[in-house]
């Protein structure tokens, strides 16, 4: 196999491509070959597809409306990157209403089935998914209980659907843990923590988890379906030193 990494030949379309993770997949996939449409709500996308030298989409993934718009443009697929997704809840339980709630899950969750429903008629034998979730799906923590569950469940829905594709489809779920993208913008006073919380000493960069992203969908993973691939710089490995010595008053 000369180049497994190569995504030359390869159709892919990236939900939530204009910013952050999305943008810089589809930035990466463009260099390793691929041809690439992205999505997002705002018409200001177009824009940057162009510079990107992808094709543009508008859609918004709380709409089962547009999804098929979306999926009506699209004649076959090869890759699909389920990585449109929102961060609102950051309030205890008896703050969240149910607008905050359904918001979440129709993006997080319902947004991503659906995507998923519409993409795998089109796909080639042997396409890649890949759903972006994170490690806030893997374990609870304060305040962010419906992030947190619509997390999980994108998790559960990529093992599942690893069994029922196997053999067609590889279907695999990528968890970031704090990168720097809007939700972790550049200037965030939390940032200059990274270097305690995170055994790396620093917070992730976007195109990071796009070359873990690129990965997944080469031949180079190949046999590797129903995984979720942690790109966290350890935190979820365990207790960083720099917290130990801190706690322990060193």
């Not at 409306?65 to 309030?91: C, H, K, M, S």
């Not at 969750?109 to 429903?117: D, E, I, K, T």
């Not at 790109?231 to 917290?243: I, M, N, Q, R």
């Amino acid at each position: 196999m000369a180049n497994a990494f190569s995504l030359s030949r390869k159709s892919a379309l990236i939900t939530g491509g204009t910013a952050g993770i999305g943008l810089a997949t589809a930035r990466q996939f463009i260099a390793a070959g691929a041809s690439v449409t992205i999505t997002g709500r705002r018409r200001s996308g177009a824009k940057t597809a162009k510079e990107l030298g992808a094709r543009f989409i508008r859609a918004d993934l709380t709409s089962g409306a547009e999804i098929g718009a979306l999926f009506a443009q699209i004649a076959t697929l090869d890759i699909l990157v389920n990585n449109a997704g929102i961060y609102v809840d950051d309030a205890a339980l008896a703050a969240i209403d149910d607008d905050t709630f359904d918001k979440e899950f129709a993006i997080n969750v319902r947004g991503a089935f659906q995507v998923l429903r519409a993409a795998v008629p089109k796909m080639q034998q042997g396409g890649s998914i890949v759903n972006v979730a994170s490690v806030s799906g893997m374990r609870g923590s304060a305040n962010s209980s419906v992030y947190n569950a619509s997390k999980a469940a994108l998790i559960n829905l990529t093992q599942s659907l690893a069994l029922e594709l196997a053999g067609t489809i590889r279907v695999n779920a990528v968890s970031p843990g704090p990168i720097e993208t809007e939700m972790w913008p550049h200037g965030d006073p939390l940032l200059p923590l990274m270097d305690t919380f995170v055994p790396m000493g620093r917070i992730g960069l976007p195109q990071e988890v796009a070359y873990t992203i690129q990965f997944l969908c080469s031949d180079a993973a190949s046999y590797v379906t129903g995984h979720n691939l942690v790109v966290d710089g350890g935190c979820t490995a365990g207790t960083s030193p720099a917290v130990i010595k801190a706690l322990l008053g060193k």
